[in-house]
């Protein structure tokens, strides 16, 4: 029996690497050496469900804890990983210790962007990453309380309803001109915006955070560049993701924002593989290379690398898509807007049931956003996949049933 496979990380990716290895035959040792103390979690209800108290942190588990004794798979949690020694094909361990890979996986994750301001590790700033966090943020969230989230993307709009559900004053404060700016259409931004604002939130968009201010040891309010001071209980930072790719740096593998990754989930070396938010991967159906981070390209790569380790054919690839609930909208997108001439709005925002199909120059379907349209979104999600030809008017005329939009007019 070899030193099998050492995964470093226990995320998503981790948990179904690990699983699909052994359902596939893999019968030497699999190791996850993972920082927190929990094995392998689902990270999305932490800004929802977790939040509002209506999950126990035992009900995101992946799988029982009994599953990776069942399936001798071995847990090193609450321990980091130091340093990748490729030559001797060993890890060292913050305990000190060492252990040995024949093949080794990097699930690292992401970091989350620090803001680099005064006051930003006063009590009460936090942010939303692990169980604890969720936690530390619960704690403090009450009826009445003052929530002040930096970061109007979707982590923190996912924040700041669960906090107006719990009965906080929330404010929202985003630097870019509208929500999501990176990652929406205009006509999804300002759609969201207007929800938010329907149940209470306050939006400050166009706006600086150039500190926090603190009372009693705590943090007291976020003071703007133009001088606002928006008082508050708690401040919870979303500004986005960094790739967690130090280690992979320091071993010589090749980086760009995260770990470079062949469409096998291959590093530059080819017995260490990457998955997950810490990688920068191919993307074929438009032809480019990128950072996902979301639950479906974690477990699409862990099958990647799986299908890698045992000696199997490469999985197909899959359109990238994601989700976010807010309140009572459910918001799922399939595909990237990457080369979109037109976008064509099917039904109306003001019902809160609507899609944006995001058109090329030749009418092929790039990606759709749809807000409560499941039927919208698993068409669209397959004609993306296919780069499918679509009418615009058809698209827009809601009296045509969704399956039918891809079909000529009788003559």
Aim: glycine letters at 10%; proline letters at 6%.
């Amino acid at each position: 029996m070899g030193a099998g496979v050492l995964i470093i990380g226990a995320g998503q990716a981790a948990g179904a690497l690990a699983a699909a290895l052994r359902q596939g035959g893999y019968t030497d040792p699999i190791t996850l050496v993972g920082a927190e103390p929990l094995p392998p979690y689902q990270r999305p209800p932490l800004s929802k469900a977790l939040l509002k108290g209506e999950a126990e942190p035992d009900s995101l588990l992946l799988r029982p804890a009994a599953f990776y004794a069942d399936k001798a798979i071995g847990l090193r949690l609450g321990t980091r990983v130091q340093a990748i020694d490729r030559a001797a094909r060993t890890v060292s361990l913050s305990d000190g210790s060492t252990l040995s890979w024949s093949t080794l996986v990097l699930a690292t994750g992401s970091r989350l962007r620090r803001l680099a301001v005064p006051g930003i590790d006063a009590a009460g700033v936090r942010e939303l990453r692990t169980v604890a966090d969720a936690q530390a943020i619960r704690a403090r969230l009450t009826p009445g309380s003052r929530l002040a989230v930096v970061g109007g993307g979707y982590v923190g709009l996912e924040v700041a309803a669960s906090a107006r559900a719990l009965g906080a004053t929330v404010t929202v404060i985003e630097r870019e001109a509208r929500l999501l700016a990176r990652v929406a259409s205009q006509t999804l931004s300002a759609f969201f915006a207007t929800s938010h604002q329907a149940q209470g939130v306050t939006l400050l968009l166009g706006a600086t955070v150039s500190g926090f201010e603190q009372a009693d040891g705590a943090v007291s309010g976020v003071r703007l560049a133009d001088g606002r001071l928006i008082d508050c209980d708690l401040a919870v930072v979303g500004i986005g993701a960094l790739a967690e790719d130090a280690l992979a740096v320091a071993a010589g593998l090749a980086c760009e924002d995260g770990i470079l990754v062949d469409e096998s989930a291959r590093t530059s070396d080819p017995d260490i593989y990457a998955i997950g938010d810490c990688t920068r991967r191919p993307v074929p159906r438009y032809g480019i290379r990128m950072r996902l981070e979301s639950v479906p390209n974690a477990l699409e790569q862990a099958k990647q690398a799986a299908a890698g380790i045992l000696g199997q054919p490469a999985p197909r690839a899959e359109l990238p898509w994601f989700w976010s609930d807010q309140y009572d909208l459910r918001l799922q997108i399939a595909g990237l807007p990457i080369g979109v001439a037109r976008e064509v709005v099917r039904g109306d925002p003001a019902g809160k049931r609507f899609a944006v199909f995001h058109l090329d120059a030749e009418n092929r379907l790039q990606a759709v956003e749809a807000v409560n349209s499941v039927a919208e979104f698993a068409a669209a999600r397959q004609w993306a996949a296919a780069g499918q030809v679509l009418d615009p008017a058809r698209v827009a005329d809601a009296a045509i049933p969704v399956k039918q939009i891809p079909e000529a007019p009788a003559a």
